[in-house]
Every structure is written in structure tokens, then in C-alpha cells.
């Protein structure tokens, strides 16, 4: 069954330092999300990425973080100059429907720490 | 206003039992209704789409209220691998962006 993958499962970094979290969606999926899951909280949706372009971002998603799709199959999420208030479990999503109908597909998701 | 509400329980129930979960929402322009399991530091999982006829699927039900702007699903027969914790999700308007209620933890004890 084909399935989202994440890598790291688990980054330490330092506050300030910046993070890369990468995302494989399924591969004939069209649209790509990125959430977050602060421990004990819901799920937060910060972005969503359609046709090589951000189609909606969360108040959340300032200008600390940007993503990309830069050759085709991974889709990343970066933070700048991480907070301590970043810490979190992010999941990457994707979903094939042509419109979309909120069946996503999760990644098992990137656990960040920030020190 | 929360977008959408759950009650997070804890709901303790004994194996067999039938339990059952609301959520709210607040835009009455939302679109599409699911509920998504989460199990303890996993990601969430779809469970089922919710449609205004209602549906079920085996031991789940997942009923559709657009007047009253709930959702609910009805679990019987509980079994100990029921534990988790139960999203509501949401989307709404011309972005269909899931939004996801905070969840119902479900414990079913021996």
C-alpha cells in the first residue's frame, strides 16, 4: 500500500538553528499539506501546496517557515531560526482527490525538539 | 468560537460497550465531515467519512446533523483496541482545508 514517508522521525536541535523536514507523498497525489501537533494539543494545520505553489497557509505559517518541492517526489518544510515554542510532532499529508475532500494520507510524522 | 469541538474525555468503557462521540462545528458552509483515529504518538488515520445520509462501517456508525451542526459517531461491540483518541474533521468554503477538532479519548478497559 503505497504510503507517506518522513524523515528525520526525530530532530534535537539548538534554538535559532534551522531545520529541514522532508516529506515523500504518495506519487500520484496532487496536493500536500504540512501540520503540527504540539504535545497534548490538536492537530494544526500550517500549510497546503498544490501545483508547485503554496494554495493556503495558516496564521501559524509566518515568514519563519517556507516549503518546497524541489525535484518532483519530496516535499520539505523549513524552519528558520527555530523557538522552543516549535517543538512538536510535524505530519506531512497528501491527498489525491481532485478536490479536496479532506481524505488525507499522513506520514508517521517528523518529532522536533528545540533545546 | 472553537471551529470544531469535541469533548475530550476521557470516555472510560468496558469492553462491549457502545459509546458514542459528538462534535461541533461552527461554519454551516462546511463541506465534507470525517472522523480520523489517533492513536498515542502516531499520526491520525482516517476512519470514516461522515455523509448526510449517514453511514456505518461494521461496528461504526457516523451520523450527519447540518442543522444542529454536529457530527457524531457511534461505536458498538467495543473491543480493547478501540483506545484512541478520535478526531472530528472539518472542511469548510472554497479551500477544503481539514480542520481538525481536538479530539475524544477513548480508553476501553477488560
Known amino acids: 500500500e503505497p504510503e507517506v514517508t518522513q524523515t528525520p522521525s526525530h530532530q534535537v536541535t539548538q534554538m535559532g538553528q534551522e531545520v529541514i523536514l522532508r516529506c515523500v507523498p504518495i506519487s500520484n497525489h496532487l496536493y500536500f499539506y504540512w501540520y503540527r501537533q504540539i504535545l497534548g494539543q490538536k492537530v494544526e494545520f500550517l500549510v497546503s501546496?498544490?501545483?508547485?505553489?503554496?494554495?493556503?497557509k495558516s496564521e501559524i505559517f509566518d515568514d519563519q517557515f517556507s516549503v518546497e518541492r524541489p525535484d518532483g517526489s519530496n516535499f520539505t518544510l523549513k524552519i528558520r531560526s527555530t523557538k522552543l515554542e516549535d517543538s512538536a510532532m510535524y505530519f506531512c499529508?497528501?491527498?489525491?482527490?481532485?478536490?479536496?475532500?479532506?481524505?488525507?494520507?499522513f506520514g508517521e510524522g517528523s518529532r522536533l525538539t528545540v533545546l | 468560537r472553537k471551529e470544531v469541538e469535541q469533548d475530550p474525555g476521557p470516555f472510560n468503557v468496558p469492553e462491549g460497550a457502545t459509546v458514542a462521540f459528538n462534535c461541533t462545528y461552527s461554519n454551516s458552509a462546511s463541506q465534507s465531515f470525517f472522523w480520523y483515529r489517533q492513536d498515542c504518538r502516531k499520526e491520525p488515520k482516517l476512519l470514516m467519512s461522515?455523509?448526510?445520509s449517514g453511514n456505518e462501517d461494521g461496528r461504526f456508525t457516523a451520523q450527519l446533523n447540518r442543522a444542529s451542526q454536529y457530527i457524531s459517531l457511534l461505536i458498538r461491540d467495543s473491543k480493547l483496541s478501540d483506545s484512541a483518541t478520535y478526531l472530528c474533521v472539518v472542511s469548510s468554503g472554497g479551500s477544503y482545508i481539514p480542520t481538525f477538532g481536538r479530539g475524544t479519548s477513548l480508553i476501553v478497559h477488560p
Open positions: 499529508a497528501s491527498s489525491g482527490a481532485p478536490k479536496n475532500t479532506g481524505e488525507l494520507f
Open positions: 501546496f498544490y501545483n508547485n505553489e503554496i494554495s493556503e
Open positions: 461522515v455523509y448526510s
